[in-house]
Structure formats: structure tokens, C-alpha cells
């Protein structure tokens, strides 16, 4: 099977790459910039072209049975005006111009598979949620709601839509982790704000699972939650990272107040969260590797200094 994807290049999208061309797939990465010796590596087929604007690179879509829809700009930042718009059209511009390719090439693309997150949800206290659950409110919940309404409309090219609603994405070189794991080798990590705040995560290698499962199983269709069977508290989730590293917590939880004077609206997102089931996958048959967050933490700290030896 050929599978177009966008984001390909990132964190997730490498791995899911490598997993793909192991599957005996192929796999086309769209990427902005190129090198000769990039233009067909490890068996992938690179092409150049910007996502957030039409162009040539639409034209390949046509060859392709499954597109891949991977790309966002990060919201681990400070939200600024400047930040807010490229969250913003890196999400909606780039399915727009997909849903246009697919819809007015007619080629032999089947399935359009595009990464949402479950800040569609919006903020929830312990409210347990599934795929049957209504969008919430605030910018990420609108942002996401828009990118969700933008990849369905692929349907009416009788193309088979999936909205992976991703949960925090713990992998080995990249993710939360890569931000979160240098303070706690420091000794300076902690809970933030109470800690009680429900984290809804995800294995890199389950993640992968799970898109090579559904490109598989054509019954599936709609929302799909990619998180993990059981979610954390803030406070689970920092204890067990700081006993999978060995450096156990001393310091008190970091106040809100502070964090929102540092991060301004983006605390939100780590002072607040949801609490996601994977329903729809769960009853599929789908198999997590990892669904105890301090097995999925200590499998990644433990690679992590094996290939550091």
C-alpha cells in the first residue's frame, strides 16, 4: 500500500515511518526543504512542498491509498498572537489543502487519517470521557473542533475519515519527556499546582500501533481517543517519573499562579486536563503494550540509558 503523510519528519512521524516501511508499505514524506541525499532514503520517497500552501506536491496524492495527516505547529509554548496563528493554520490550512487534493484528484486515496488531540474535549474535572463525549470549550478545544470539521470533509469524496485524538505523546527521543525529564535529573521536579489534574497520555510505540492498526481495519471510522486504557494525575505521573530516573520528589508542587506569571494561558493546559478512555479501540480488539504509566516510563528511561552507554 502507498500512504502519503504529512509531519512525517517529526517526533511520531519517524517512527511511524520506519513501522510503515517494516509493514512492507510505501511511504511518501512531504518535507519544505530537501536535500539531494534525502530524496530517497531508508526507502522513503521525500518530496518538497510547503503543506500551509497549494502546489505541485498535491498532485502526488492521487497514487496514494492512505494519507496521513501528522502535521502541527507545537503548543508547548507561551501563547502569543504570533503563536496562537501558527497553532492555529499549521492545523487547519494544511488539512484544507489535503482535503482539496484528495476531493479534486479523485485518484485512488481511500482513507484520510488526521491527527487531532483531546483538547476537544476541552477541560473536564473526573468526568470519564470517550469518543461519544462533546467538544469543550476555550482555544484549543475551537482550534481542534475546526481541524476535525476541516478532515471530514473529505467524506463527501466517499473517502474513510479518522480523527486520532491524541493524549501526551511519552517517547524516547522527543515528546513531553524531552522537555520534562532534564528538570528532574536536576532535581527540580514537582507536581503542578494541586496535582490532581488528570493526564491523559500515550506510549510513542503504542501510538504507532494504533495507526498501523487502523489503516488495517477499514470498519473503523470517526473519532478514535489514542491515549493510554488509564490515565494519571499530575501527581501519579511526576512520582513515577521521578522514581523511574531515581531522583524522587522533594520540592513542594509548583504553584498556579506562578506557572500562569511564566507560561501565561498555556498553564492552562498543564494546571487542567481530561480524563480520556479509548473506548472505540478497546472494543476493536486493539492490544496496548503499555497501559500503566510506570511501565511505559520505565521501558523509556531504561532505553534511554542503554543508548547512552
Known amino acids: 500500500m502507498k ?3 504529512t509531519g512525517g519528519t517529526g517526533f511520531v512521524g519517524t517512527s511511524l515511518a ?6 512492507n508499505h510505501q511511504v511518501t514524506i512531504l518535507t519544505r526543504s530537501i536535500r539531494k ?3 530517497l532514503k531508508n526507502g522513503v520517497l521525500f518530496i518538497q512542498g510547503d503543506p500551509l500552501k497549494s502546489g505541485p506536491w498535491q498532485k502526488m496524492i492521487r497514487d496514494h491509498e492512505v494519507v496521513l495527516n501528522l502535521a502541527g505547529a507545537s503548543i508547548f509554548r507561551r501563547w502569543t498572537k504570533k503563536t496562537r496563528q501558527a497553532i492555529r493554520e499549521s492545523r487547519i490550512l494544511t488539512t484544507q489543502n489535503l482535503v482539496n487534493a484528495i476531493r479534486e484528484e479523485r485518484g485512488r486515496t481511500s482513507t484520510l487519517i488526521s491527527t487531532s488531540a483531546v483538547g476537544y474535549y476541552g477541560f473536564h474535572e473526573d468526568e470519564e470521557l470517550d469518543e461519544s463525549s462533546g467538544p469543550g470549550e476555550g482555544f484549543l478545544a475551537s482550534v481542534t473542533r475546526e481541524w476535525e470539521e476541516t478532515a471530514l470533509l473529505a467524506e463527501s469524496a466517499g473517502i474513510r475519515v479518522l480523527l486520532c485524538r491524541l493524549g501526551i505523546v511519552l517517547g524516547h527521543d522527543g515528546g513531553a519527556l524531552g522537555m520534562i525529564v532534564p528538570l528532574f535529573r536536576k ?7 494541586n ?3 488528570w493526564m491523559s497520555w500515550i506510549h510513542e510505540k503504542d501510538l ?20 493510554a486504557p488509564f490515565a494519571v494525575t499530575n501527581r501519579q505521573f511526576t512520582d513515577a517519573l521521578g522514581d523511574a ?7 513542594p508542587p509548583a504553584p498556579g499562579f506562578i506557572l500562569r506569571m511564566i507560561m501565561g494561558e498555556f498553564a492552562t493546559v498543564v494546571l487542567k486536563g481530561q480524563r480520556v478512555t479509548p473506548r472505540k479501540l478497546l472494543d476493536a480488539g ?5 497501559q500503566q504509566i510506570r511501565d511505559a516510563l520505565g521501558e523509556i528511561i531504561s532505553s534511554r540509558k542503554n543508548l547512552n552507554k
Open 18 to 23: 520506519e513501522a510503515l516501511l517494516r509493514d
Open 245 to 251: 530516573l531515581g531522583k524522587p520528589l522533594f520540592l
Open 286 to 290: 486493539f492490544i496496548f503494550e503499555f
Open 208 to 227: 504507532v500501533g494504533i495507526y498501523r492498526f487502523l489503516i488495517s481495519r477499514t470498519d473503523i471510522r470517526g473519532p478514535v481517543n489514542c491515549t
Open 37 to 39: 541525499s534525502d530524496a
Open 187 to 193: 532535581w527540580l521536579g514537582s507536581p503542578l499546582g
Open 195 to 197: 496535582g490532581k489534574q
Open 3 to 5: 500512504i502519503f503523510i
